[in-house]
Protein backbone atom coordinates (compact mmCIF):
# COMPACT_ATOMS: atom_id res chain seq x y z
CA UNK A 1 0.00 0.00 0.00
CA UNK A 2 1.26 3.77 -0.80
CA UNK A 3 -0.41 6.92 -0.56
CA UNK A 4 -1.23 9.73 -2.99
CA UNK A 5 1.18 12.59 -1.18
CA UNK A 6 4.22 10.05 -1.69
CA UNK A 7 4.28 10.23 -5.32
CA UNK A 8 3.82 13.84 -5.71
CA UNK A 9 7.50 14.76 -6.71
CA UNK A 10 8.95 11.65 -7.12
CA UNK A 11 11.39 11.06 -10.00
CA UNK A 12 10.31 9.01 -12.94
CA UNK A 13 12.93 6.46 -13.90
CA UNK A 14 13.40 4.10 -17.54
CA UNK A 15 15.25 0.95 -16.87
CA UNK A 16 16.47 0.02 -19.71
CA UNK A 17 18.17 3.69 -21.04
CA UNK A 18 18.88 4.19 -17.79
CA UNK A 19 16.91 8.04 -17.92
CA UNK A 20 15.15 10.55 -15.62
CA UNK A 21 11.97 11.00 -17.65
CA UNK A 22 10.19 13.49 -15.72
CA UNK A 23 8.75 14.04 -12.36
CA UNK A 24 5.13 13.23 -11.02
CA UNK A 25 3.11 16.90 -11.04
CA UNK A 26 -0.79 15.86 -10.98
CA UNK A 27 -2.43 12.41 -10.82
CA UNK A 28 -5.67 11.26 -12.34
CA UNK A 29 -8.53 8.88 -11.42
CA UNK A 30 -11.43 7.46 -12.69
CA UNK A 31 -14.66 8.97 -12.60
CA UNK A 32 -15.35 7.16 -9.59
CA UNK A 33 -12.20 7.70 -8.02
CA UNK A 34 -11.71 3.98 -7.81
CA UNK A 35 -8.58 4.24 -9.19
CA UNK A 36 -5.25 5.93 -9.99
CA UNK A 37 -5.28 5.59 -14.39
CA UNK A 38 -2.65 8.18 -14.94
CA UNK A 39 0.40 10.34 -13.72
CA UNK A 40 1.18 13.42 -15.17
CA UNK A 41 4.74 14.28 -15.43
CA UNK A 42 7.20 17.53 -16.56
CA UNK A 43 10.05 16.42 -17.98
CA UNK A 44 13.37 18.21 -17.80
CA UNK A 45 12.39 20.35 -20.65
CA UNK A 46 9.26 21.25 -19.33
CA UNK A 47 7.03 18.97 -21.28
CA UNK A 48 3.99 17.40 -20.04
CA UNK A 49 4.47 13.84 -20.17
CA UNK A 50 1.46 11.13 -19.24
CA UNK A 51 2.49 8.21 -17.56
CA UNK A 52 0.04 5.42 -17.61
CA UNK A 53 -0.64 3.30 -13.90
CA UNK A 54 -0.79 0.00 -16.12
CA UNK A 55 3.02 1.17 -17.29
CA UNK A 56 4.68 1.55 -13.86
CA UNK A 57 6.84 -1.10 -13.37
CA UNK A 58 7.77 -0.15 -9.10
CA UNK A 59 6.62 2.48 -6.77
CA UNK A 60 9.82 2.95 -4.89
CA UNK A 61 10.74 5.48 -1.74
CA UNK A 62 12.30 7.85 -4.06
CA UNK A 63 11.24 7.10 -7.57
CA UNK A 64 8.71 5.61 -9.90
CA UNK A 65 10.60 2.96 -12.45
CA UNK A 66 9.37 2.22 -15.39
CA UNK A 67 10.77 -0.68 -18.02
CA UNK A 68 11.81 1.45 -20.62
CA UNK A 69 10.67 5.15 -22.47
CA UNK A 70 7.97 4.44 -24.60
CA UNK A 71 6.16 3.93 -20.44
CA UNK A 72 5.25 7.80 -21.04
CA UNK A 73 4.01 9.74 -24.05
CA UNK A 74 3.00 13.42 -25.00
CA UNK A 75 0.38 15.10 -22.88
CA UNK A 76 -1.89 16.23 -26.26
CA UNK A 77 -5.11 16.92 -24.69
CA UNK A 78 -7.58 16.71 -21.65
CA UNK A 79 -8.56 13.22 -21.02
CA UNK A 80 -12.33 12.70 -18.99
CA UNK A 81 -10.88 12.14 -15.52
CA UNK A 82 -10.98 13.28 -12.36
CA UNK A 83 -7.86 15.28 -10.72
CA UNK A 84 -6.96 14.29 -7.23
CA UNK A 85 -9.51 15.52 -4.85
CA UNK A 86 -6.78 15.79 -2.07
CA UNK A 87 -7.91 19.32 -0.15
CA UNK A 88 -11.51 18.63 -1.21
CA UNK A 89 -14.27 19.27 0.90
CA UNK A 90 -16.63 15.77 2.08
CA UNK A 91 -19.87 15.34 2.97
CA UNK A 92 -22.72 13.03 3.54
CA UNK A 93 -25.28 12.26 1.32
CA UNK A 94 -27.34 14.51 3.78
CA UNK A 95 -25.06 17.43 4.17
CA UNK A 96 -23.39 17.05 6.84
CA UNK A 97 -19.80 18.33 6.58
CA UNK A 98 -16.96 15.37 7.63
CA UNK A 99 -13.74 17.00 6.92
CA UNK A 100 -11.34 18.13 4.43
CA UNK A 101 -9.61 15.18 2.22
CA UNK A 102 -5.85 15.12 3.19
CA UNK A 103 -4.65 11.68 1.95
CA UNK A 104 -5.89 8.78 0.24
CA UNK A 105 -4.37 5.47 0.02
CA UNK A 106 -4.11 2.95 -3.25
CA UNK A 107 -3.11 -1.08 -2.86
CA UNK A 108 -0.54 -2.59 -5.42
CA UNK A 109 -2.90 -2.53 -8.45
CA UNK A 110 -3.82 1.37 -8.06
CA UNK A 111 -7.26 0.84 -6.51
CA UNK A 112 -8.43 3.46 -4.26
CA UNK A 113 -9.23 1.60 -0.54
CA UNK A 114 -9.55 4.52 2.28
CA UNK A 115 -9.57 8.21 2.63
CA UNK A 116 -7.95 10.24 5.57
CA UNK A 117 -9.30 13.48 6.71
CA UNK A 118 -8.44 16.72 8.51
CA UNK A 119 -9.72 15.18 11.37
CA UNK A 120 -7.54 11.90 11.81
CA UNK A 121 -10.38 9.97 10.59
CA UNK A 122 -10.60 7.75 7.94
CA UNK A 123 -13.12 6.59 5.38
CA UNK A 124 -13.43 3.64 3.52
CA UNK A 125 -13.26 3.59 -0.21
CA UNK A 126 -16.75 1.30 -0.06
CA UNK A 127 -18.76 4.04 1.24
CA UNK A 128 -17.56 6.88 -1.61
CA UNK A 129 -21.26 8.23 -3.43
CA UNK A 130 -19.73 10.70 -6.09
CA UNK A 131 -17.03 13.44 -6.67
CA UNK A 132 -16.00 16.55 -8.32
CA UNK A 133 -12.73 18.46 -8.73
CA UNK A 134 -14.12 20.24 -5.08
CA UNK A 135 -16.54 18.31 -3.20
CA UNK A 136 -16.52 14.68 -2.38
CA UNK A 137 -19.31 13.04 -1.08
CA UNK A 138 -20.10 9.79 0.95
CA UNK A 139 -22.95 7.45 2.45
CA UNK A 140 -23.09 6.86 6.38
CA UNK A 141 -23.17 3.03 7.12
CA UNK A 142 -27.14 3.18 7.50
CA UNK A 143 -27.71 4.80 3.97
CA UNK A 144 -29.91 2.40 1.75
CA UNK A 145 -30.05 5.14 -1.13
CA UNK A 146 -28.03 4.80 -4.38
CA UNK A 147 -27.09 8.43 -5.79
CA UNK A 148 -26.49 6.48 -8.94
CA UNK A 149 -30.51 7.16 -9.29
CA UNK A 150 -30.24 10.55 -9.24
CA UNK A 151 -29.67 11.36 -13.11
CA UNK A 152 -30.45 14.28 -14.87
CA UNK A 153 -33.71 14.51 -16.44
CA UNK A 154 -33.33 13.51 -20.55
CA UNK A 155 -33.46 16.78 -23.21
CA UNK A 156 -36.41 18.13 -24.12
CA UNK A 157 -37.84 16.78 -26.96
CA UNK A 158 -37.07 17.97 -30.07
CA UNK A 159 -40.25 18.49 -32.68
CA UNK A 160 -39.58 17.63 -35.78
CA UNK A 161 -42.90 18.94 -37.83
CA UNK A 162 -44.72 21.55 -37.20
CA UNK A 163 -48.07 19.29 -36.68
CA UNK A 164 -45.98 18.05 -33.65
CA UNK A 165 -45.98 21.47 -31.85
CA UNK A 166 -48.96 22.32 -29.47
CA UNK A 167 -51.01 25.46 -30.61
CA UNK A 168 -50.40 26.19 -26.70
CA UNK A 169 -46.83 26.38 -26.63
CA UNK A 170 -45.12 29.09 -25.92
CA UNK A 171 -41.06 30.28 -27.43
CA UNK A 172 -38.55 30.14 -25.20
CA UNK A 173 -35.27 32.49 -26.15
CA UNK A 174 -32.28 32.12 -24.45
CA UNK A 175 -30.50 34.84 -26.44
CA UNK A 176 -29.64 38.00 -24.57
CA UNK A 177 -32.36 40.75 -24.31
CA UNK A 178 -31.77 42.98 -27.28
CA UNK A 179 -32.39 46.98 -27.24
CA UNK A 180 -35.89 48.19 -27.16
CA UNK A 181 -38.27 48.43 -29.44
CA UNK A 182 -39.55 51.77 -30.37
CA UNK A 183 -42.44 52.76 -28.60
CA UNK A 184 -44.18 53.52 -31.76
CA UNK A 185 -43.18 49.81 -33.25
CA UNK A 186 -44.00 48.41 -30.41
CA UNK A 187 -46.99 45.61 -31.20
CA UNK A 188 -50.24 46.10 -29.66
CA UNK A 189 -53.28 44.80 -29.40
CA UNK A 190 -54.61 43.14 -32.50
CA UNK A 191 -52.28 45.27 -34.31
CA UNK A 192 -50.75 43.96 -37.45
CA UNK A 193 -47.38 43.84 -38.41
CA UNK A 194 -47.88 45.28 -42.21
CA UNK A 195 -45.21 48.04 -41.49
CA UNK A 196 -42.81 45.49 -41.38
CA UNK A 197 -44.03 44.59 -45.50
CA UNK A 198 -41.02 45.14 -47.91
CA UNK A 199 -38.33 45.59 -45.32
CA UNK A 200 -35.14 43.85 -45.36
CA UNK A 201 -34.33 41.20 -42.30
CA UNK A 202 -30.63 41.80 -41.04
CA UNK A 203 -29.97 38.28 -39.50
CA UNK A 204 -31.62 34.91 -39.15
CA UNK A 205 -35.10 33.95 -37.22
CA UNK A 206 -35.12 30.85 -35.98
CA UNK A 207 -38.37 29.36 -34.26
CA UNK A 208 -37.54 27.52 -30.83
CA UNK A 209 -36.92 23.70 -32.96
CA UNK A 210 -33.84 25.74 -34.36
CA UNK A 211 -35.73 26.02 -37.50
CA UNK A 212 -35.26 29.19 -39.49
CA UNK A 213 -38.26 31.07 -40.50
CA UNK A 214 -36.59 33.98 -42.19
CA UNK A 215 -33.04 34.12 -43.48
CA UNK A 216 -30.72 37.26 -43.19
CA UNK A 217 -30.91 39.80 -46.09
CA UNK A 218 -34.36 38.38 -46.91
CA UNK A 219 -36.86 40.78 -47.71
CA UNK A 220 -39.97 39.96 -45.48
CA UNK A 221 -43.21 39.10 -47.29
CA UNK A 222 -46.69 38.35 -46.22
CA UNK A 223 -45.43 34.55 -46.10
CA UNK A 224 -42.66 34.65 -43.93
CA UNK A 225 -43.94 37.53 -41.75
CA UNK A 226 -47.00 34.81 -41.33
CA UNK A 227 -44.12 32.40 -39.87
CA UNK A 228 -42.56 34.62 -37.91
CA UNK A 229 -45.70 35.92 -36.21
CA UNK A 230 -46.73 32.16 -35.49
CA UNK A 231 -44.05 31.27 -33.42
CA UNK A 232 -44.40 33.95 -31.41
CA UNK A 233 -40.66 36.05 -33.69
CA UNK A 234 -42.77 39.32 -34.45
CA UNK A 235 -40.75 41.50 -31.90
CA UNK A 236 -37.67 40.07 -32.81
CA UNK A 237 -38.01 40.58 -36.57
CA UNK A 238 -39.06 44.22 -35.54
CA UNK A 239 -35.57 44.66 -34.23
CA UNK A 240 -33.61 43.06 -36.26
CA UNK A 241 -35.14 44.29 -39.89
CA UNK A 242 -34.50 48.29 -41.55
Same mark, same amino acid.
Given at each position: ?63 ? %? ?40 ? /? ?25 ? /?? %? ?13 ? %? ?39 ? %? ?50
Amino acid at each position: MFYCNELNGLSVLSLYEGELLGVVDKLYFDKKLKKLIEIELVGEDGAKLILPSKNIYHVGKNAI %TVKNNQAVTLKVEEQNLLSCPILSKAYTIKGEFLGIIKEISL /NDKFLTEKFSLDNNSTLDVNLLASSSK /NT %TIFYENNDKINVKKF %TPAKSPKIFKTQKQVSVSAQPISLAPTPAAVPVDEAPKPNQ %TADFLLGRVCTKDIFNFNNEILIKAHAVINKKNLKEVNKFGKLRELMLYSK
